[in-house]
């Protein structure tokens, strides 16, 4: 029995030194391991690439700007002006006409059998005017008869002129060489006197009219010069300010303000055609020189506009020495779980260190020392920036939140915070 009190003893003796000796290695495995930096890998790392610009000098001119629409000038209604039946229609919407083209032609039986029978009144009335007119010569009849017959002559004569007319108007003619608009008149349909049956458009002299709030149009006269651009053009066209609306009814006080304008062929037409939408400006103040950055390097954040700058810093970062090649070992023996498993055994009191790697000589060097170094770095500024008149892909800055020799970042991305490492990969160029 002495002999196993003896092996218990020994085994409760190995369990205690197999509990202590595990505390510095447990602690050791969960500290955090730090791995030597260089210089030459900080030097080495790189930020977000960014493109960058300068701020420059540009004019700005001080424009207002509303919406406006492209107007005919010249706008010719065509109606019918005898009662019949339409025979033919010789135009379609987008059709080219020229003045005194025939477009729509109604029926002229009746309103030839109209003539006839005027003509027959009216030679009727003729010869009994004449007959009286003799007898009154003779003195058989007083004046005041033979004015009875003169009147019956006269009204015979005006419903001959009138028919005459009425022929006349069977055939409608455009009054101006231009474009059919609209149209509400088909073969075969009967028409009144008065209903409508095209429109004409003349092309070739065209107006914008710009809606003009109440508060701007006291800068707007006669004669003032004003741009215009229409959707499918991408360049601001001259204008002349024609007229101005004297009142307005707009419940939102807009004025009708109309820009003579030059209208010029295009491919397949016009290039100006009535209903087309036009922005216009009006110059309201000379022109102003300030530093101005392009509308893609701003951010709009919360309501207000941000802009980033990249600064130049020298910062203190810990590095450390390469180890000797002689000490170094393999990555995996450096760091793995073995290696850290006897790094943690040899702060035990070496149980584990004489089973692992051999210690190293005296003097050598065991780990890297670890010293700081001052590295330049590139980092994102955010910057709060008031933005005022913009023009040509460019916008003012208000308050100087930037100068010339500053590089603001372009196309920003998402990543991009105040203080992130950046690395610039395109310079906009020198100021």
């Given at each position: 029995?002495?002999?196993?009190?003896?092996?218990?003893?020994?085994?409760?003796?190995?369990?205690?030194?197999?509990?202590?000796?595990?505390?510095?290695?447990?602690?050791?495995?969960?500290?955090?391991?730090?791995?030597?930096?260089?210089?030459?890998?900080?030097?080495?790392?790189?930020?977000?690439?960014?493109?960058?610009?300068?701020?420059?000098?540009?004019?700005?001119?001080?424009?207002?700007?509303?919406?406006?629409?492209?107007?005919?000038?010249?706008?010719?209604?065509?109606?019918?002006?005898?009662?019949?039946?339409?025979?033919?229609?010789?135009?379609?919407?987008?059709?080219?006409?020229?003045?005194?083209?025939?477009?729509?032609?109604?029926?002229?039986?009746?309103?030839?059998?109209?003539?006839?029978?005027?003509?027959?009144?009216?030679?009727?009335?003729?010869?009994?005017?004449?007959?009286?007119?003799?007898?009154?010569?003779?003195?058989?009849?007083?004046?005041?008869?033979?004015?009875?017959?003169?009147?019956?002559?006269?009204?015979?004569?005006?419903?001959?002129?009138?028919?005459?007319?009425?022929?006349?108007?069977?055939?409608?003619?455009?009054?101006?060489?231009?474009?059919?608009?609209?149209?509400?008149?088909?073969?075969?349909?009967?028409?009144?006197?008065?209903?409508?049956?095209?429109?004409?458009?003349?092309?070739?002299?065209?107006?914008?009219?710009?809606?003009?709030?109440?508060?701007?149009?006291?800068?707007?006269?006669?004669?003032?010069?004003?741009?215009?651009?229409?959707?499918?053009?991408?360049?601001?066209?001259?204008?002349?300010?024609?007229?101005?609306?004297?009142?307005?009814?707009?419940?939102?006080?807009?004025?009708?303000?109309?820009?003579?304008?030059?209208?010029?062929?295009?491919?397949?037409?016009?290039?100006?055609?009535?209903?087309?939408?036009?922005?216009?400006?009006?110059?309201?103040?000379?022109?102003?020189?300030?530093l101005a950055v392009p509308d893609n390097a701003l951010v709009l954040e919360n309501g207000s506009n941000i802009i980033f700058v990249v600064q130049d810093s020298v910062e203190q970062v810990q590095v450390a020495n390469a180890a000797p090649e002689a000490n170094r070992q393999p990555e995996e023996d450096e760091h793995g779980f073995a290696a850290r498993l006897?790094?943690?055994?040899?702060?035990?009191?070496?149980?584990?260190?004489?089973?692992?790697?051999?210690?190293?000589?005296?003097?050598?060097?065991?780990?890297?020392?670890?010293?700081?170094?001052?590295?330049?770095?590139?980092?994102?500024r955010r910057l709060e920036a008031e933005v005022g008149l913009a023009e040509e892909g460019f916008v003012q800055l208000r308050g100087e939140p930037v100068g010339p020799a500053d590089l603001v970042i372009v196309n920003v991305r998402e990543a991009i915070t105040d203080g992130t490492r950046v690395r610039v990969v395109e310079d906009g160029g020198a100021p």
């Amino acid at each position: 029995m002495r002999w196993l009190w003896s092996l218990v003893k020994a085994l409760l003796v190995l369990l205690v030194l197999t509990g202590l000796l595990s505390v510095p290695i447990l602690y050791s495995l969960g500290r955090p391991q730090v791995r030597a930096v260089s210089i030459e890998k900080i030097h080495a790392e790189e930020g977000i690439p960014v493109e960058t610009v300068h701020p420059v000098l540009k004019e700005f001119r001080d424009y207002f700007h509303c919406d406006g629409s492209v107007v005919a000038d010249v706008r010719a209604m065509l109606r019918a002006n005898v009662e019949e039946v339409v025979e033919v229609v010789n135009a379609r919407v987008g059709d080219a006409v020229r003045k005194g083209q025939v477009l729509v032609e109604f029926r002229k039986t009746d309103l030839e059998a109209a003539i006839q029978a005027a003509e027959t009144a009216f030679q009727e009335a003729q010869n009994n005017y004449d007959r009286y007119a003799k007898l009154r010569e003779d003195g058989v009849i007083s004046q005041d008869r033979l004015e009875l017959y003169r009147t019956r002559r006269d009204n015979a004569a005006a419903a001959l002129e009138a028919a005459r007319s009425r022929l006349k108007f069977a055939d409608v003619a455009s009054p101006v060489d231009g474009v059919v608009e609209q149209r509400w008149v088909e073969a075969g349909e009967y028409k009144g006197v008065g209903k409508e049956l095209m429109t004409i458009v003349d092309l070739s002299t065209v107006e914008v009219a710009a809606l003009v709030p109440e508060a701007q149009v006291a800068h707007v006269a006669p004669g003032t010069q004003a741009e215009f651009m229409l959707e499918s053009q991408d360049e601001w066209l001259a204008g002349t300010v024609s007229r101005v609306s004297p009142a307005t009814t707009d419940p939102n006080r807009f004025f009708d303000v109309y820009l003579k304008v030059q209208n010029s062929p295009a491919s397949g037409g016009w290039l100006m055609r009535p209903g087309m939408y036009a922005q216009v400006r009006f110059l309201r103040s000379d022109k102003v020189t300030t530093l101005a950055v392009p509308d893609n390097a701003l951010v709009l954040e919360n309501g207000s506009n941000i802009i980033f700058v990249v600064q130049d810093s020298v910062e203190q970062v810990q590095v450390a020495n390469a180890a000797p090649e002689a000490n170094r070992q393999p990555e995996e023996d450096e760091h793995g779980f073995a290696a850290r498993l006897r790094r943690g055994a040899r702060r035990a009191g070496g149980f584990f260190g004489r089973v692992g790697r051999p210690r190293a000589a005296a003097g050598s060097q065991e780990a890297p020392q670890a010293r700081y170094e001052e590295v330049r770095v590139q980092r994102a500024r955010r910057l709060e920036a008031e933005v005022g008149l913009a023009e040509e892909g460019f916008v003012q800055l208000r308050g100087e939140p930037v100068g010339p020799a500053d590089l603001v970042i372009v196309n920003v991305r998402e990543a991009i915070t105040d203080g992130t490492r950046v690395r610039v990969v395109e310079d906009g160029g020198a100021p």
